[in-house]
T-cell receptor, first 112, second 114 residues
Framework: DQQVKQNSPSLSVQEGRISILNCDYT??????FLWYKKYPAEGPTFLIS?????DKNEDGRFTVFLNKSAKHLSLHIVPSQPGDSAVYFC???????????FGTGTRLQVFP | DTEVTQTPKHLVMGMTNKKSLKCEQH?????MYWYKQKAKKPPELMFV???????INESVPSRFSPECPNSSLLNLHLHALQPEDSALYLC?????????????FGPGTRLLVL
């Protein structure tokens, strides 16, 4: 039962343009969401989070949007840079614990 | 400073070997985690330590044995592993283990079991 889903396994974007990574979840009890970026053979690096009391959180080039009614969140990166090329995971803590449930990841490639 | 360190970076072991993975953080975090990640899959939680006590064991086989000697250190002792245990093992920590906290990950140990 995949409670957090990233339906696009890969995304290719030109440098300078916007990258939009999507994530859907099934558990309406989820109330906190995180995005991590992962390079090969490295651990995930925290990017940005959002609580369910908000619908938007912004940090520099990264903005996360949350649509609770649709159980959908998205990560916008603008402008995209080649160094953003990595796998991006969305994650949410399970409702009664701090156990993180990760999505399957989206591989972003930013080309010049 | 949000650094979690892990040693070794790479490990190759036979099925009869005993080895240990080490994780350290100096952020004053009181919750520490072990995750396992197979290729092209998301990380999966194995264990959670909260205030040096094991709080979650995700039905992990006993050939994996975690240990938290103090609030900064987390070990994972390995014994009689199988080739299918080959994976990237990630350590993470968070401030107190409450739900709406960020977990910070180390670089991982890439384990190969022959």
């Amino acid at each position: 039962d995949q409670q957090v889903k990233q339906n696009s396994p890969s995304l290719s974007v030109q440098e300078g343009r916007i990258s939009i990574l999507n994530c859907d979840y099934t558990n309406s009890m989820f109330d906190y969401f995180l995005w991590y970026k992962k390079y090969p053979a490295e651990g995930p690096t925290f990017l940005i989070s959002i609580s369910s009391i908000k619908d938007k959180n912004e940090d520099g080039r990264f903005t996360v949007f949350l649509n609770k009614s649709a159980k959908h969140l998205s990560l916008h990166i603008v402008p995209s840079q080649p160094g953003d090329s990595a796998v991006y995971f969305c994650a949410a803590p399970k409702s009664d614990t701090d156990k993180l449930i990760f999505g399957t990841g989206t591989r972003l490639q930013v080309f010049p | 400073d949000t650094e979690v360190t892990q040693t070794p970076k790479h490990l190759v072991m036979g099925m009869t070997n005993k080895k240990s993975l080490k994780c350290e953080q100096h952020m004053g975090h009181r919750a520490m985690y072990w995750y396992k990640q197979k290729a092209k899959k998301p990380p999966e939680l194995m264990f959670v330590y909260s205030y040096e006590k094991l709080s979650i064991n995700e039905s992990v086989p006993s050939r994996f044995s975690p240990e938290c000697p103090n609030s900064s250190l987390l070990n994972l002792h390995l014994h009689a592993l199988q080739p299918e245990d080959s994976a990237l093992y990630l350590c993470a920590s968070s401030r107190s283990g409450s739900r709406q906290e960020t977990q910070y990950f180390g670089p991982g140990t890439r384990l190969l079991v022959l």
